[in-house]
């Protein structure tokens, strides 16, 4: 059959239209191929190139596992240990690392023989939780959102038994056999928290330090400027004072055990005289809690309540305005009182108050 040659060059035209638009799809197809490789190969790990928080670097110098993640855990509890061990052999510092086994240390040591834990108590870092934590795994309640408020700090009712009720054999035995943990803070901010739940907040309104121990503490600390005291209630500078002073023993001795929420980490749980199984930081508690309850092989029994965002975390503006006024004599007087608190659990020399 005869096609006319002006038909069979339009025929031969659209041919190759339609084979270069078939090669154009193929092309999209590989560029599109192509480009989801790249992406699979070279995207940048969540996390990375976002500072110090990804690498998991804290203040106190450790590394922390990353968020989410416990496996690393270990590895940052051995770093502490190990600085732990070295400050306490430091014999230059025994006066402010070591303290003896007395009936006020025993009290602080929380029991829970079920599950063979030991829990000294640090007021302001988070205490209240762990409390709850205990009067669960003691059978007292079946969870931590049933336990009122109320009972949390009434030792009569929380049934949470001190290591100082039991025998000295007793004593010996766990001590040396249960696990063994506590929880810590930058030193100074922990003062700072007594002193706003204490003196400024009460929200358990426990009147005696107002009216017995702040008072107390004014007439012998506070500055006089013509003959009046000045503010009334007890300023952070009042308190600073008391707490630097040597010869505050007097003074702690009238107010008994209420000075649990200001001394010193050594002074409640003796760290270089029982060899704990765990130390906790609030400012990796997020971490630090769960790995603590695993450790201790109770995880899949109980949780540690949850943690508003940002609260465990250091807060240095907060410190710096509390600490503006204070003579730096006063704040040395000070560290030199915390310091074995400072070294012995890597928290940093606050240089920006000191010098």
């Given at each position: 059959?005869?096609?006319?040659?002006?038909?069979?060059?339009?025929?031969?035209?659209?041919?190759?239209?339609?084979?270069?638009?078939?090669?154009?799809?193929?092309?999209?197809?590989?560029?599109?191929?192509?480009?989801?490789?790249?992406?699979?190969?070279?995207?940048?790990?969540?996390?990375?190139?976002?500072?110090?928080?990804?690498?998991?670097?804290?203040?106190?110098?450790?590394?922390?596992?990353?968020?989410?993640?416990?496996?690393?855990?270990?590895?940052?509890?051995?770093?502490?240990?190990?600085?732990?061990?070295?400050?306490?052999?430091?014999?230059?510092?025994?006066?402010?690392?070591?303290?003896?086994?007395?009936?006020?240390?025993?009290?602080?040591?929380?029991?829970?023989?079920?599950?063979?834990?030991?829990?000294?108590?640090?007021?302001?870092?988070?205490?209240?939780?762990?409390?709850?934590?205990?009067?669960?795994?003691?059978?007292?309640?079946?969870?931590?959102a049933e336990i009122p408020e109320s009972i949390v700090h009434d030792h009569e009712k929380n049934g949470l038994p001190r290591l100082s009720s039991l025998t000295e054999k007793e004593i010996t035995e766990r001590?040396?056999?249960?696990?063994?943990?506590?929880?810590?803070?930058?030193?100074?901010?922990?003062?700072?928290?007594?002193?706003?739940?204490?003196?400024?907040?009460?929200?358990?309104?426990?009147?005696?330090?107002?009216?017995?121990?702040?008072?107390?503490?004014?007439?012998?600390?506070?500055?006089?400027?013509?003959?009046?005291?000045?503010?009334?209630?007890?300023?952070?500078?009042?308190?600073?004072?008391?707490?630097?002073?040597?010869?505050?023993?007097?003074?702690?001795?009238?107010?008994?055990?209420?000075?649990?929420?200001?001394?010193?980490?050594?002074?409640?749980?003796?760290?270089?005289?029982?060899?704990?199984?765990?130390?906790?930081?609030?400012?990796?508690?997020?971490?630090?809690?769960?790995?603590?309850?695993?450790?201790?092989?109770?995880?899949?029994?109980?949780?540690?309540?949850?943690?508003?965002?940002?609260?465990?975390?250091?807060?240095?503006?907060?410190?710096?305005?509390?600490?503006?006024?204070?003579?730096?004599?006063?704040?040395?007087?000070?560290?030199?009182?915390?310091?074995?608190?400072?070294?012995?659990?890597?928290?940093?020399?606050?240089?920006?108050?000191?010098?």
């Amino acid at each position: 059959m005869y096609v006319p040659h002006g038909r069979r060059l339009i025929s031969q035209t659209m041919r190759q239209h339609w084979l270069l638009l078939g090669a154009c799809g193929w092309v999209l197809l590989i560029l599109m191929f192509a480009s989801k490789f790249i992406n699979l190969n070279f995207r940048v790990p969540e996390g990375e190139g976002s500072g110090a928080e990804s690498t998991g670097v804290l203040r106190d110098g450790s590394v922390g596992p990353p968020s989410g993640q416990h496996a690393d855990w270990s590895s940052v509890e051995r770093r502490r240990q190990e600085l732990l061990q070295s400050v306490c052999q430091n014999s230059s510092m025994r006066n402010l690392t070591h303290t003896p086994l007395s009936k006020f240390v025993l009290d602080r040591i929380f029991v829970c023989d079920k599950h063979k834990i030991l829990f000294c108590q640090t007021p302001k870092v988070g205490n209240t939780q762990w409390k709850k934590v205990f009067i669960v795994l003691n059978g007292a309640f079946p969870s931590v959102a049933e336990i009122p408020e109320s009972i949390v700090h009434d030792h009569e009712k929380n049934g949470l038994p001190r290591l100082s009720s039991l025998t000295e054999k007793e004593i010996t035995e766990r001590l040396s056999t249960y696990f063994k943990f506590f929880i810590v803070r930058d030193p100074f901010e922990r003062l700072i928290s007594a002193f706003k739940d204490k003196f400024l907040q009460n929200p358990r309104f426990e009147p005696w330090y107002k009216h017995n121990i702040a008072p107390a503490i004014i007439r012998k600390y506070r500055k006089v400027h013509g003959g009046s005291t000045g503010a009334p209630g007890l300023r952070f500078e009042d308190f600073v004072r008391y707490l630097g002073d040597p010869g505050r023993w007097r003074l702690d001795r009238q107010f008994g055990d209420h000075v649990i929420h200001w001394v010193t980490y050594v002074e409640l749980c003796a760290p270089c005289d029982i060899a704990y199984s765990a130390i906790g930081h609030h400012e990796t508690l997020e971490h630090d809690a769960p790995s603590i309850l695993q450790a201790a092989g109770i995880d899949q029994r109980i949780s540690y309540p949850d943690i508003p965002p940002g609260i465990t975390r250091y807060n240095r503006t907060k410190v710096e305005q509390y600490f503006t006024g204070i003579s730096k004599r006063d704040i040395r007087r000070l560290y030199a009182r915390f310091q074995g608190d400072f070294l012995l659990f890597g928290y940093e020399r606050p240089d920006f108050l000191l010098d």
